[in-house]
């Protein structure tokens, strides 16, 4: 087959454009950083106008690099960070404010109250799989909406237009204020705190309680048909479907081919998101974890996970470089994490916007305790390492109270995967075999293979699972004891993340 499918995976980063053959290989791939801003502490935003530029530039870039012509593509997808929100006009399509970001914690009193108002932070856990938290989109939308006038002037003009990443570049590579499709897809609007699990319909409960118009809100898709249609004079210069949206996390488990019960994978990215396939059972969490939609495919019937978020994994590494400077690159971590035999009893808690599950303490802080005249740069580095895979056994112990599912691997992705030590350490503290993709672009290929899908490009979902192939696999090399040890010391420092409080 002689056809290719573009997708566009847009991060938190940066934006990539990547092309895929039918055996799930990549021929051209494209990526463009777009800036991170910080007005203030707590606070971050990016240009939803530069991110359009961007995702322009990269397909392009891509078409260029895979020395194809856009009528070679047979179809695109999309992916893109959850719970980020960008509001404009549509009459003008210009953003009204700058996307607000999902590790921005701006709304934090608005989270306090509401679940002071509730009473439980947990209060519409059954419709949404998800307690009130500065993470989620609801209470970014609520914090717009009384606080930015021209956002106000805009809903009582009814010319808002409110949506995650996706919902903005669909709307865009498909005209726009012409005629641009107005649309997300399940996963996506999952993650708002704003679409009841069950029906896969905005909850008018919720939109009501919290003064935030339906008819603002997109239109709700499955993750896998044709949405639209790319404009002749947009960067494909061809019209070409639109037909496959996922949030990242969620393209990642398809990219993997999690697509059965009980299998399992973890993103190590700027966070960290390990998600586990459910089926078609709604699993409701008593420890924390959240309750997602994993994807719907078409009319087939919307399948769940349940998923532990984890703020900082990578950006601590980033953090490392940019803000102490022990580091120059972050390829260098592993090395220096190496310069020592062990943690020299140091705990890194990445607490910088709170503390995701399963501990949701939004007023937690970073920490980094045991420290002595012994500790060098090499003990810090390698704690900060040890910190990602100590939140990842977090997140699993909780998936194993919440679920009778006997998990017995993990498959990993993300830019932290090529450390080494990481995943042998990952391994050995979880007692479980870390399995490394081939294809290391999992997300961008989950998009793909959403959107072929809806295209027959691919047949079923069985011939997703054929493509999938192990590059590496990384298996315990210590006693559970050992593991057990260093966990619990990690415990104990978690709630020092806490002590900070008056």
């Not at 969620?250 to 697509?259: E, K, T």
């Not at 607490?351 to 939004?362: C, E, I, Q, T």
């Not at 090499?378 to 056994?393: D, M, S």
């Amino acid at each position: 087959m002689s056809n290719y499918i573009a997708a566009i995976d847009q991060g938190t980063t940066s934006t990539r454009c990547i092309i895929f053959d039918h055996s799930g290989m990549y021929i051209g791939k494209a990526q463009k950083e777009h800036k991170q801003i910080y007005p203030c502490a707590g606070w971050v935003e990016h240009d939803p106008i530069e991110i359009l530029s961007c995702t322009k530039n990269v397909i392009k870039m891509a078409i260029t690099k895979a020395n194809i012509s856009p009528s070679d593509l047979v179809a695109v997808g999309i992916t893109n960070q959850r719970e980020t929100i960008v509001i404009w006009d549509k009459n003008s399509g210009s953003p009204l404010y700058n996307a607000i970001v999902w590790m921005d914690t701006r709304n934090s009193k608005l989270v306090a109250n509401a679940i002071k108002n509730y009473g439980d932070k947990n209060v519409f856990q059954s419709e949404t799989g998800l307690p009130f938290s500065t993470y989620f989109s609801l209470l970014k939308i609520k914090w717009l909406v009384e606080n930015v006038k021209e956002v106000q002037d805009a809903i009582k003009a009814e010319t808002a237009m409110i949506g995650t990443i996706d919902t903005w570049l669909i709307w865009n590579l498909t005209g726009g204020i012409k005629e641009g499709k107005y649309v997300t897809d399940v996963t996506n609007a999952s993650r708002t705190m704003l679409m009841n699990i069950r029906t896969l319909k905005w909850d008018s409960r919720i939109c009501d309680d919290f003064q935030i118009p339906i008819s603002i809100l997109p239109h709700i898709c499955s993750s896998s048909e044709i949405y639209g249609y790319t404009t002749e004079d947009g960067p494909f210069k061809a019209k070409i479907p639109i037909s496959g949206n996922l949030g990242d996390q969620q393209a990642s488990m398809v990219g993997h081919a999690c697509l059965n019960r009980g299998e399992v994978k973890n993103t190590y990215g700027t966070g960290c998101f390990m998600l586990l396939n459910t089926g078609t059972d709604i699993k409701y969490s008593k420890t924390g974890l959240l309750t997602t939609v994993c994807y719907k495919f078409g009319n087939k019937p919307v399948v769940y996970a349940i998923e532990g978020s984890v703020t900082i994994a990578g950006a601590l590494v980033q953090w490392l470089r940019d803000n102490l400077g022990i580091i120059n690159n972050t390829s260098e971590i592993e090395n220096l994490a190496r310069t020592v035999s062990d943690n020299g009893d140091i705990y890194f808690v990445p607490a910088f916007s709170g503390l995701y599950a399963p501990y949701w303490r939004d007023d937690a802080r970073g920490v980094i305790v045991g420290m002595t005249l012994h500790t060098s740069r090499g003990h810090i580095a390698r704690a900060a390492l040890e910190a990602t895979a100590y939140q990842t056994r977090d997140i699993l112990e909780a998936m194993n109270v919440d679920t009778d599912i006997n998990i017995v691997s993990l498959k990993v992705d993300g830019g932290m995967v090529k450390n080494e030590f990481l995943m042998q350490f990952q391994s050995d503290l979880l007692g479980l075999p870390i399995i490394r993709s081939k294809i290391q672009e999992t997300t961008a290929l989950g998009a793909a293979y959403a959107a072929g899908l809806a295209v027959n490009y691919w047949n079923n979902e069985e011939s997703i699972c054929k493509n999938w192939c192990k590059d590496r696999e990384w298996t315990p090399s210590q006693d559970s004891k050992t593991g057990t040890k260093l966990y619990n010391r990690w415990k104990k420092a978690v709630e020092r993340s806490f002590d900070w409080v008056e």
